[in-house]
């Protein structure tokens, strides 16, 4: 117990110390305080990686640094995003942004994605913003932010971009590799299940953020008809278990017109042997991604547990997949939680989908490591699924290396036993999402900051739908 207690000050000490400052007010906290190696943009605040931070400082009663955070990304959303002589999209979210000085002078200068690597736009960051935006109102009570003009602006221009007419017949937004957590060239080109996961719990929190009135009444009505057919697309499609599987291994090709069965034309031969011998026969999750003639049957952890906390799995498909959690709980969590993907792609096919990306060699980093961060999200769907045993069990196993480890970004191997090879030590969100997962598994009443119940409207809706087919 004492051990426990002196591990949760250390790591409150480590996150107050990565706290970033802008004229002298808090404002996020940088990725990573690694003292061995050269920071490069490690010493900027991610939005992304600033989430898990920002929902223990709402949770410790201290809004401020949320409030200025969320009033300086605002700000930087209608700033300058000239890239090559190309306009990012109105609305786009910076992916971090850093506190810089001139001429006695603080001013904030923000990455669109121009000096990433690959040169990648974030597409998950004005997402995890509306997130955090509708958390810091359902803790503080303060709806006159939300309400203000500028933030209804800059919530519009945000659903503007996601809800873009495109050339595309589905739901789910259509976005490039590398424009969210998994951020280098990993083969999930095209509608990744956690962008709609995150997507679907954007539109979600824009419903309750959206002030009344004639432009917030329209897009409401516009979000609500977009969620209805969201849930049931991931719920219809995404959705694998082992009688799925069966259907599947089951399907014609080359089916045409509405009475066809297999709408994707997914050929059974495309069903990986592992997955066959890997799925047990009680349990399920949601693919990885979908789209003509293709489907990603490798289980990506995020999407999955966005997808339960949101309630765009079902209460059964949420079952289903803390039981296949439980039940491949070596592969998916092993000695660190938690695995960011399963399983890796080796050989030939890795050289292919990463473009011989040296850094996601199988079992590392983007490619099957295993992921600290990923613990407070473990632990707010074993939380809300009733099963909170299974967090407790994920929080203990991380506290046995942790903090000797030096709170590492990412562990690599098949069981997550070694360190990451690039790993940077001292990740900020490493340390805050041990401290978040504790957090709701002691006091599951916060978990309404980051969950959603089921929609009973929602519901109704989709069983419409299914009676029309």
């Not at 659903?159 to 969210?180: E, N, S």
């Not at 709701?440 to 739908?465: C, R, S, W, Y």
Request: net charge negative.
């Amino acid at each position: 117990m004492q051990g426990q207690s002196n591990l949760v000050k250390e790591a409150w000490e480590l996150l107050e110390d990565a706290i970033v400052y802008y004229r002298g007010r808090p404002v996020g906290t940088v990725a990573a305080r690694d003292p061995y190696v050269e920071s490069l943009n490690y010493d900027q605040c991610f939005v992304r990686d600033f989430v898990s931070a920002a929902l223990l400082f709402l949770i410790k009663g201290k809004p401020e640094i949320v409030r200025n955070f969320l009033i300086e990304t605002l700000a930087l959303q209608s700033s300058d995003k000239q890239m090559d002589c190309f306009n990012a999209g109105q609305g786009l979210m910076p992916a971090s942004f850093k506190v810089e000085s001139w001429d006695g002078h603080q001013y904030l200068t923000a990455d669109f994605g121009e000096h990433a690597i690959g040169r990648v736009t974030p597409v998950d960051s004005c997402l995890w913003w509306l997130l955090l935006l509708r958390a810091y109102v359902k803790s503080t009570g303060d709806m006159t932010l939300a309400h203000e003009p500028e933030f209804q602006n800059g919530i519009i221009l945000i659903l503007k971009l996601c809800l873009a007419d495109r050339f595309d017949m589905y739901p789910t937004m259509l976005v490039p590799d590398g424009a969210f957590m998994i951020d280098r060239r990993m083969g999930v080109y095209g509608h990744p299940l956690e962008i709609q996961a995150l997507f679907y719990a954007a539109l979600r929190a824009a419903q309750e953020l959206l002030a009344p009135g004639r432009r917030g009444d329209v897009y409401i009505q516009v979000v609500n008809q977009r969620l209805s057919i969201l849930n049931f697309h991931i719920r219809e499609y995404y959705w694998l278990d082992l009688s799925r599987l069966n259907d599947i291994y089951r399907y014609r090709g080359e089916e045409f017109g509405e009475a066809a069965v297999n709408k994707f034309n997914i050929y059974p031969d495309s069903i990986p042997y592992w997955l066959t011998e890997w799925m047990p026969e009680k349990g399920g999750y949601l693919a990885g991604n979908l789209g003509p003639a293709q489907m990603d049957f490798r289980f990506f952890s995020l999407g999955n547990l966005i997808a339960i906390n949101s309630s765009l799995a079902s209460e059964h498909e949420a079952q289903s997949i803390m039981d296949l959690i439980e039940q491949r709980w070596q592969d998916l969590v092993g000695y660190m939680p938690m695995k960011i993907c399963f399983p890796a792609v080796e050989d030939l096919e890795w050289k292919i989908l990463t473009g011989c990306d040296p850094k996601n060699v199988p079992w590392s980093y983007h490619n099957g490591g295993n992921w600290p961060v990923l613990l407070w999200s473990l632990a707010a769907v074993a939380q809300k699924t009733g099963r909170p045993e299974l967090g407790w069990r994920a929080v203990e196993m991380a506290e046995r290396r942790l903090a000797e480890d030096e709170w590492p970004e990412y562990y690599d191997g098949r069981n997550g036993r070694l360190v990451g090879k690039a790993s940077r030590k001292y990740q900020t969100w490493t340390i805050s999402g041990y401290l978040l997962a504790r957090e709701f598994l002691e006091n599951p009443q916060h978990l309404n900051l980051i969950t959603f119940d089921e929609d009973p409207e929602m519901l109704a809706l989709m069983g419409k739908v299914r009676e029309l087919r």
